[in-house]
């Protein structure tokens, strides 16, 4: 036994001293960063096209305020002709909404949608810049808050605005940006371009800079910084627990690394990801404006602003391909704010009820999941 107790104790020092000898295995390779740091990212030309939209809705708001305004000065500002902008930089700048805008007819609203709705803007201003009531453009107020509106209740500025917002930026990431023909393995990645990276860094921090959010944006930080666009938007989502805003950013982040490391199949989930997670975006904020106006019933000015803000959040899920909502229910979405005039639906609120904005609301929220927090978003 004594002999026995020898053998076991020796061969248990021996495997105890393999153990101690064998080297701790250790993490090779770079560590994904928390923030949208790396090097050699540029977006200038996204940014320029934030500040163009910038300007544009400002111009679209002075009928608010009594002023009418220009269709041609409208159309210049979309298309970046004849110096339209306050900020020089902006004329001088060699980019555009327009060339960038989604421009194909069908249900999903294109460049000429916009075109004419910036066009009945300058034409109703220029008729009439008094009180809005139903049949008679117009300024509806509300307190303080003063909204311009056509004669069935909708706000051109906020149509066109959002509009733009998801037929231009989301468009340009959920179709343009995150696919191959931008980041397929046939676009370069070797040729390192100081300040750009290579092509496919640069075409991913070009998504990147279509969000209107600053690099070192997170889940845990968002209330303490200035956002702009579907950044500023995502937060609805964030407030009722989805964390919208760091499920982006963190596919942001995911797609970029994967793409600076090669690692193809991450960058890939990180792109399908990152156009599942932007649409949640888009759903919430229109849940979310569209639970305003149920509230606000009451007040003409109000309701009908927040109206016109959730038409353009619905109307913007046309721009994924990948959307998880079908053609066809977005189309019946849409119909709850929208009239046949001369055989065309169009947007019109006047006969808007409760009942048809908490059925187009339960619809987007049984498509989506969100029917836990539907209530409050």
Same mark, same amino acid.
């Given at each position: 036994?004594?002999?026995l107790s020898?053998? #076991?104790?020796?061969?248990t020092?021996?495997?105890a001293?393999?153990?101690?000898?064998?080297p701790?295995?250790?993490?090779?390779g770079?560590?994904?960063?928390?923030? &949208?740091?790396?090097?050699?990212?540029?977006?200038?030309?996204?940014?320029?096209?934030?500040?163009m939209?910038?300007e544009?809705t400002?111009?679209m708001?002075?009928p608010?305020?009594?002023t009418a305004?220009?269709?041609q000065?409208m159309?210049n500002?979309?298309?970046?002709?004849?110096?339209p902008?306050a900020?020089?930089a902006?004329?001088?700048?060699?980019k555009?909404?327009?060339?960038k805008c989604?421009d194909v007819?069908?249900?999903a609203?294109s460049?000429?949608?916009?075109e &004419?709705?910036?066009g009945?803007?300058?034409?109703?201003?220029?008729q009439s810049?008094?009180?809005?009531?139903?049949g008679?453009?117009?300024?509806?107020?509300s307190?303080s808050?003063a &909204?311009y #509106?056509d004669?069935?209740?909708v706000?051109?500025a906020?149509?066109?605005?959002?509009?733009?917002?998801?037929?231009?930026?989301?468009?340009?990431?959920?179709?343009?940006y995150t696919?191959?023909?931008?980041?397929?393995?046939?676009?370069?990645n070797?040729?390192?371009?100081?300040?750009?990276g290579?092509?496919?860094?640069?075409?991913?921090?070009?998504?990147?800079g279509?969000?209107?959010?600053?690099?070192?944006l997170?889940?845990?930080?968002y209330?303490?910084k200035?956002?702009?666009?579907?950044?500023?938007y995502a937060?609805?989502?964030s407030a009722?627990?989805?964390?919208?805003?760091?499920?982006?950013?963190?596919?942001?982040?995911?797609?970029?690394?994967s793409?600076?490391n090669?690692?193809?199949?991450?960058?890939?989930?990180?792109?399908?990801?990152?156009r599942?997670?932007?649409?949640?975006?888009l759903?919430?904020?229109?849940i979310?404006?569209?639970?305003?106006?149920?509230?606000?019933?009451?007040?003409?000015a109000?309701?009908n602003h927040?109206?016109?803000?959730?038409?353009a959040f619905?109307?913007s899920?046309?721009?994924?391909?990948?959307? #998880?909502?079908?053609?066809?229910?977005?189309?019946?979405?849409?119909?709850?704010f929208?009239?046949?005039?001369?055989?065309?639906?169009?947007?019109s609120?006047?006969?808007?009820t409760?009942a048809?904005?908490?059925e187009a609301?339960n619809?987007?929220?049984?498509v989506?999941?969100?029917?836990?927090?539907?209530d409050?978003?």
């Amino acid at each position: 036994m004594k002999k026995l107790s020898l053998i #076991l104790l020796g061969a248990t020092l021996f495997t105890a001293s393999c153990k101690k000898d064998d080297p701790t295995p250790t993490s090779s390779g770079p560590t994904q960063p928390k923030t &949208y740091s790396f090097d050699n990212v540029s977006y200038s030309g996204q940014t320029t096209r934030l500040d163009m939209l910038g300007e544009l809705t400002a111009e679209m708001k002075k009928p608010a305020s009594g002023t009418a305004v220009d269709a041609q000065v409208m159309l210049n500002m979309f298309k970046n002709e004849n110096d339209p902008f306050a900020d020089g930089a902006l004329n001088s700048a060699t980019k555009q909404l327009k060339n960038k805008c989604f421009d194909v007819m069908g249900e999903a609203p294109s460049a000429s949608t916009f075109e &004419y709705y910036m066009g009945r803007l300058a034409s109703l201003s220029a008729q009439s810049t008094g009180t809005w009531s139903p049949g008679t453009a117009g300024v509806a107020t509300s307190g303080s808050k003063a &909204y311009y #509106l056509d004669e069935n209740g909708v706000e051109y500025a906020q149509i066109v605005e959002k509009g733009l917002m998801g037929a231009v930026f989301y468009y340009q990431i959920a179709e343009t940006y995150t696919r191959d023909g931008k980041i397929g393995n046939a676009v370069d990645n070797e040729n390192v371009t100081d300040g750009k990276g290579t092509d496919m860094e640069h075409h991913w921090d070009e998504a990147f800079g279509y969000f209107g959010a600053p690099v070192d944006l997170t889940e845990d930080n968002y209330a303490d910084k200035s956002l702009r666009y579907h950044a500023k938007y995502a937060k609805k989502g964030s407030a009722a627990g989805l964390q919208t805003v760091g499920k982006v950013m963190d596919q942001f982040i995911k797609g970029r690394f994967s793409i600076s490391n090669k690692d193809y199949t991450a960058r890939d989930e990180a792109a399908a990801q990152l156009r599942k997670e932007y649409e949640m975006i888009l759903v919430t904020t229109a849940i979310h404006y569209i639970n305003g106006a149920i509230s606000d019933f009451g007040d003409d000015a109000i309701r009908n602003h927040e109206i016109s803000e959730a038409y353009a959040f619905i109307i913007s899920l046309h721009y994924n391909s990948d959307k #998880l909502i079908s053609d066809a229910d977005l189309v019946m979405v849409k119909d709850y704010f929208r009239e046949d005039m001369g055989g065309h639906k169009v947007p019109s609120f006047l006969n808007i009820t409760v009942a048809k904005l908490t059925e187009a609301k339960n619809k987007l929220s049984a498509v989506y999941g969100l029917d836990a927090v539907k209530d409050q978003l």
